[in-house]
């Protein structure tokens, strides 16, 4: 039997735009590094959402679960900083916390 103690899920999602690339690839080399770092520094999982076929905008979405909603707080608190400080620029960023009870 699993624990009683209620699991967050976090998710968040932003929009980055690069309005000076001029191709896809391009655009990869700035979107990808950035996917990757968030994996390696983070406990999170990443995935390129949306805008995939646009070389001036894409959207990236995290997620992560834990027993412990303030850390997830600060783990999306230090994600969103991070992308921030990232050559694409970051124009729009969500996030939400969903507490799930296991019975």
């Given at each position: 039997m699993l624990g009683s103690s209620p699991i967050y899920i976090a998710v968040y999602i932003a929009r980055l735009e690069t309005p000076w690339v001029k191709s896809l690839k391009e655009k990869r080399s700035i979107i990808k590094p950035i996917t990757e770092k968030?994996?390696?520094?983070?406990?999170?999982?990443?995935?390129?959402?949306?805008?995939?076929?646009?070389?001036?905008?894409?959207?990236?979405g995290l997620?992560?679960?834990?027993?412990?909603?303030?850390?997830?707080e600060q783990v999306l608190i230090d994600c969103?900083?991070?992308i921030a400080g990232q050559s694409a620029v970051l124009v729009q960023s969500e996030q939400s916390i969903e507490r799930w009870d296991i019975s």
């Open positions: 968030l994996k390696n520094r983070f406990p999170v999982s990443v995935a390129r959402l949306n805008g995939l076929d646009n070389h001036h905008w894409e959207e990236i997620s992560v679960i834990s027993y412990d909603k303030l850390w997830l969103d900083k991070f």
